[in-house]
């Protein structure tokens, strides 16, 4: 593996591009979960002493734009927050920049920042070219600095200008970040044996080759939410009104294998709104799965116990409702405990990681993702338009 590192590249004094990704939930002008941007702290730091003039760039939700090209709702989607958030963090004042790209007035501030200085701009997805991928699109974010780097594995599936075109006009390097999610993910992909990957979540069908590609590497993969419906239909079971596709059976029937570890029992809600206890075998037709049960708990443990490597992505059931998130919260603990020092644990995804943290032991995991669906993409062995030019297997 061999990653094309920012600390290759000579920064004193130029304007690098970073690509971020500070994605996080904004309400009322005020950050409610920064664990995205301090992820990054320590790199823009790093860039501060090493006198460069940093400039970055992030996206901020999925804002929508009309006919004319306009964002709906702008305030909404705006960066500014991200900026003056950034400031506090990092004691230092942090400029943002709301002026278009491609503009001689955005250019101009650009160039009269000084070495160590911060500015932020505005929201990339307010360009219609950014999510097209357009070249001349990229080539005028380009023109902007002197180099490029990308710190933002999470958006890196992303064929998007600022992950990837962007790349053919300037000098790109990996960040740290990025260059450490792919360096953990890559452990799961080479395990130490026994390995054991537990997966939940809801869609089969975004998690075909994720399943596939960790079948070759892991022992074990048990499976869990609403994920294991499908398994359980593909083997003989009724699920009643759980959530479930005929696609998604006809999927689980081609990936069924002896390493694939389906719930022998499960928590159920009824007809009055009450959970019930069920075998796999006894669900009624009027009756909803919402959470693997204690046997399968018990089950999925002794798996756990015995690995050397641990992938989790995905509550085991409805982990919204208090009642049942049980066997999410089993699962969390089981992994963060056997990764104290016992395994190397890796667990990502948004649901996952609340549950974890609801546990209090996320320092008892190597390594927590803040990757989503770049994470699984990865581990399903598939191509990443941002590490393109940046990370060569």
């Known amino acids: ?53 940093i400039v970055l760039v992030t996206h901020l939700g999925e804002p929508k734009l009309n006919a004319k090209g306009n964002v709906i709702g ?24 709301k002026e278009p790209i491609g503009s001689n007035k955005l250019k101009g501030k650009i160039d009269d920042l000084k070495s160590g200085q911060i500015a932020v701009l505005e929201n990339i ?17 380009a023109k902007i600095a002197d180099v490029y780097i990308n710190n933002a594995f999470a958006v890196s599936h992303r064929a998007h200008a600022s992950v990837s075109a962007v790349k053919k006009f300037l000098p790109s390097f990996a960040g740290p970040l990025l260059a450490e999610e792919v360096n953990n993910l890559n452990k799961v992909l080479k395990p130490v044996k026994p390995m054991v990957a537990v ?26 939410g609403a994920l294991m419906n499908n398994f359980l239909v593909a083997s003989g079971h009724k699920v009643g009104k759980s959530l479930v596709s005929k696609e998604g059976v006809k999927i689980a029937k081609k990936l069924k294998s002896k390493k694939i570890i389906i719930p022998d029992d499960v928590v159920v809600k009824l007809k009055n709104g009450k959970i019930a206890w069920r075998h796999v075998k006894d ?24 690995a050397k490597t641990l992938m989790w992505n995905g509550p085991m059931g409805i982990f919204e409702e208090e009642a049942s998130r049980w066997g999410t919260l089993f699962v969390a603990r089981a992994v963060a405990s056997k990764s104290s020092g016992k395994a ?49 297997k």
Do not use: C
Request: no cysteine; net charge positive; proline share 2%.
């Open 125 to 141: 997805r307010f360009y219609s070219g950014e999510i097209a991928n357009e070249s001349s699109f990229a080539k005028q974010l």
């Open 1 to 53: 593996m061999k990653i094309k590192s920012f600390n290759q590249a000579k920064l004193a004094h130029k304007i690098v591009l970073v690509r971020v990704d500070f994605n996080v939930p904004v309400r009322a002008g005020k950050i409610k979960d920064d664990f995205k941007i301090v992820a990054n702290l320590e790199f823009l730091k790093y860039l501060i002493k090493t006198q460069a003039k």
């Open 344 to 392: 190397f644990g890796v667990v990502g995804g948004g649901e996952t990681i609340e549950a974890l943290k609801l546990t209090q032991m996320e320092k008892d995991i190597d390594w927590i993702s803040t990757g989503g669906g770049a994470s699984l993409t990865y581990l399903a062995g598939e191509t990443m338009p941002g590490l393109v030019g940046l990370v060569k």
């Open 283 to 306: 669900i009624k037709k009027d009756e909803t799965i919402v959470d693997i049960g204690p046997e399968s708990m018990k089950l999925f443990g002794a798996y756990i116990k015995r």
């Open 199 to 224: 997966l939940g979540g809801a869609k089969i069908e975004t998690k075909i080759n994720l399943i596939k590609n960790l079948s070759k590497r892991a022992n074990f993969i048990l499976v869990g």
């Open 74 to 97: 702008k305030d909404a989607f705006s960066t500014a927050p991200l900026a003056r958030h950034l400031s506090k963090l990092i004691g230092k004042k942090v400029l943002w920049f």
